[in-house]
Protein backbone atom coordinates (compact mmCIF):
# COMPACT_ATOMS: atom_id res chain seq x y z
CA UNK A 1 0.00 0.00 0.00
CA UNK A 2 1.14 3.60 -0.82
CA UNK A 3 0.16 6.97 1.16
CA UNK A 4 0.49 9.54 -1.69
CA UNK A 5 0.06 13.37 -1.08
CA UNK A 6 -0.01 15.88 -4.32
CA UNK A 7 1.07 19.53 -4.35
CA UNK A 8 1.55 22.52 -6.35
CA UNK A 9 -2.00 22.90 -7.53
CA UNK A 10 -3.00 26.94 -7.63
CA UNK A 11 -4.07 29.56 -10.13
CA UNK A 12 -2.87 30.42 -13.52
CA UNK A 13 -4.05 32.54 -16.20
CA UNK A 14 -5.00 30.83 -19.78
CA UNK A 15 -0.67 29.95 -21.49
CA UNK A 16 0.46 29.86 -18.05
CA UNK A 17 2.64 26.73 -16.36
CA UNK A 18 1.80 24.65 -12.98
CA UNK A 19 4.15 21.54 -11.86
CA UNK A 20 2.25 19.17 -9.96
CA UNK A 21 4.31 16.77 -7.65
CA UNK A 22 3.21 13.76 -5.50
CA UNK A 23 5.39 12.01 -2.64
CA UNK A 24 4.30 8.42 -1.55
CA UNK A 25 5.35 6.49 1.21
CA UNK A 26 5.15 2.60 1.64
CA UNK A 27 6.90 -0.12 0.11
CA UNK A 28 7.89 -0.91 -3.46
CA UNK A 29 6.57 2.18 -5.37
CA UNK A 30 8.64 1.28 -8.49
CA UNK A 31 6.62 -1.59 -9.14
CA UNK A 32 3.53 0.52 -9.49
CA UNK A 33 2.40 2.70 -12.73
CA UNK A 34 2.16 6.29 -11.34
CA UNK A 35 -0.45 8.44 -12.89
CA UNK A 36 -2.03 11.81 -12.85
CA UNK A 37 -5.63 12.29 -13.33
CA UNK A 38 -8.36 14.96 -12.88
CA UNK A 39 -12.07 15.60 -12.55
CA UNK A 40 -13.70 18.27 -13.43
CA UNK A 41 -16.95 19.53 -12.20
CA UNK A 42 -20.08 17.82 -13.42
CA UNK A 43 -17.16 15.48 -14.97
CA UNK A 44 -16.11 11.80 -14.81
CA UNK A 45 -12.56 11.43 -13.77
CA UNK A 46 -10.45 10.59 -16.31
CA UNK A 47 -6.69 9.82 -17.16
CA UNK A 48 -3.94 12.86 -17.81
CA UNK A 49 -1.06 10.96 -18.10
CA UNK A 50 0.69 7.63 -16.92
CA UNK A 51 3.42 6.39 -16.48
CA UNK A 52 4.63 2.56 -15.93
CA UNK A 53 7.03 0.69 -14.51
CA UNK A 54 9.20 0.37 -16.90
CA UNK A 55 9.26 4.45 -17.29
CA UNK A 56 7.01 4.26 -20.19
CA UNK A 57 4.65 7.09 -20.85
CA UNK A 58 1.20 7.71 -22.06
CA UNK A 59 -0.86 10.84 -22.09
CA UNK A 60 -4.62 11.93 -23.17
CA UNK A 61 -4.41 13.73 -26.88
CA UNK A 62 -5.12 16.91 -24.91
CA UNK A 63 -2.48 16.69 -22.88
CA UNK A 64 0.18 15.34 -25.66
CA UNK A 65 2.93 18.19 -26.42
CA UNK A 66 1.96 20.81 -23.12
CA UNK A 67 2.48 17.79 -20.12
CA UNK A 68 5.13 15.80 -18.96
CA UNK A 69 4.94 13.31 -16.41
CA UNK A 70 8.64 11.97 -14.74
CA UNK A 71 9.06 9.71 -11.81
CA UNK A 72 11.87 9.57 -9.57
CA UNK A 73 11.73 5.68 -7.98
CA UNK A 74 14.91 6.88 -5.59
CA UNK A 75 12.59 9.58 -3.91
CA UNK A 76 9.69 8.03 -4.53
CA UNK A 77 8.07 10.88 -6.24
CA UNK A 78 5.90 11.71 -9.24
CA UNK A 79 5.58 15.12 -11.54
CA UNK A 80 3.35 16.39 -14.11
CA UNK A 81 4.73 19.82 -15.51
CA UNK A 82 1.99 21.41 -17.33
CA UNK A 83 2.44 24.13 -20.10
CA UNK A 84 0.18 26.20 -22.18
CA UNK A 85 -2.78 25.56 -19.57
CA UNK A 86 -5.94 26.25 -21.21
CA UNK A 87 -9.26 26.82 -18.82
CA UNK A 88 -10.54 23.26 -19.85
CA UNK A 89 -7.27 22.16 -17.72
CA UNK A 90 -9.50 23.27 -14.75
CA UNK A 91 -9.75 20.85 -12.41
CA UNK A 92 -8.79 18.73 -9.44
CA UNK A 93 -5.67 16.12 -9.80
CA UNK A 94 -5.18 13.16 -8.52
CA UNK A 95 -1.58 11.17 -8.20
CA UNK A 96 -2.42 7.64 -8.10
CA UNK A 97 -0.85 4.10 -7.75
CA UNK A 98 -2.02 1.18 -10.19
CA UNK A 99 -0.43 -2.14 -11.69
CA UNK A 100 2.99 -2.26 -13.32
CA UNK A 101 2.30 -2.01 -16.84
CA UNK A 102 -0.88 0.67 -17.10
CA UNK A 103 -1.73 3.68 -19.13
CA UNK A 104 -3.59 6.47 -19.07
CA UNK A 105 -7.47 5.23 -19.98
CA UNK A 106 -6.78 1.78 -17.22
CA UNK A 107 -8.89 4.60 -14.77
CA UNK A 108 -10.52 1.84 -13.06
CA UNK A 109 -7.46 0.04 -12.84
CA UNK A 110 -5.55 2.54 -10.12
CA UNK A 111 -6.21 1.90 -6.86
CA UNK A 112 -4.44 3.85 -4.45
CA UNK A 113 -4.89 7.66 -4.76
CA UNK A 114 -4.18 10.77 -3.32
CA UNK A 115 -6.84 13.39 -1.80
CA UNK A 116 -6.13 15.89 -5.07
CA UNK A 117 -4.96 19.30 -5.91
CA UNK A 118 -7.03 22.00 -7.01
CA UNK A 119 -5.95 23.99 -10.72
CA UNK A 120 -7.49 26.70 -11.54
CA UNK A 121 -7.28 28.56 -15.71
CA UNK A 122 -8.78 30.99 -15.81
CA UNK A 123 -8.86 32.81 -19.41
Known amino acids: QLQLVESGGGSVQAGGSLRLSCVAS????????MGWFRQAPGKEREGVAV???????SYQHSAKGRFTISRDNAKNALSLQMNSLQPEDTATYYC?????????????????WGQGTQDTVSS
Open 96 to 112: AAGPFYSTYDDVNDFAQ
Open 51 to 57: IDGDGHT
Open 26 to 33: GDLYSSYS
